[in-house]
């Protein structure tokens, strides 16, 4: 009994990741929807916004470049503790969690080649593919020293 419960709290923590692995990529491709001057516009204000909180100078294109950077970083982890959470194996699966992370990189700049004023570029997909793993690195690192923890305690308890 305690191991079904088990099962069905598994199974519920992988779907409600794998929901919000999709909400981001469906945020990402919106994103990506969005016209150029509309996008300028909004990271335009996130630079404006950034450059009163640090002190070094800061352009859109830098904010735009680290934006891509950081939304698929978030997209590395979410999908590495999606998968984790399905296999229960630090390195499993993989493969999917590349194909996931270059797939959505390529939609993504694929997107951008028919919207007004935007342009899809291959040096964009390498930025985000290395954001996500980026992503996929840290969250593999940090799984396997609460891995690790949990073992030490488990043999000394």
Same mark, same amino acid.
């Given at each position: 009994?305690?191991?079904?419960?088990?099962?069905?709290?598994?199974?519920?923590?992988?779907?409600?990741?794998?929901?919000?692995?999709?909400?981001?990529?469906?945020?990402?491709?919106?994103?990506?929807?969005?016209?150029?001057?509309?996008?300028?516009?909004?990271?335009?204000?996130?630079?404006?916004?950034?450059?009163?909180?640090?002190?070094?100078?800061?352009?859109?294109?830098?904010?735009?470049?680290?934006?891509?950077?950081?939304?698929?970083?978030?997209?590395?982890?979410?999908?590495?503790?999606?998968?984790?959470?399905? +296999?229960?194996?630090?390195?499993?699966?993989?493969?999917?969690?590349?194909?996931? +992370?270059?797939?959505?990189?390529? +939609?993504?700049?694929?997107?951008?080649?028919?919207?007004?004023?935007?342009?899809?570029?291959?040096?964009?997909?390498?930025?985000?593919?290395?954001? +996500?793993?980026?992503?996929?690195?840290?969250?593999?690192?940090?799984?396997?020293?609460?891995?690790?923890?949990?073992?030490?305690?488990?043999?000394?308890?």
């Amino acid at each position: 009994m305690d191991s079904n419960k088990s099962l069905k709290h598994q199974f519920v923590v992988t779907l409600i990741l794998a929901i919000f692995n999709l909400l981001l990529i469906a945020f990402i491709f919106i994103h990506s929807l969005t016209p150029a001057d509309i996008s300028q516009e909004e990271s335009g204000a996130v630079t404006d916004w950034l450059r009163y909180i640090f002190p070094f100078e800061l352009n859109d294109h830098i904010v735009r470049k680290l934006a891509h950077f950081i939304e698929f970083s978030a997209l590395g982890v979410v999908t590495n503790l999606t998968v984790f959470s399905y +296999c229960r194996s630090v390195l499993g699966g993989v493969f999917f969690k590349l194909f996931v +992370c270059l797939a959505t990189a390529v +939609c993504d700049e694929a997107i951008q080649l028919n919207v007004s004023g935007r342009s899809g570029q291959v040096s964009d997909i390498l930025l985000d593919f290395s954001g +996500c793993l980026f992503g996929l690195f840290i969250t593999t690192i940090i799984i396997s020293i609460v891995l690790c923890i949990k073992r030490n305690k488990k043999k000394k308890g």
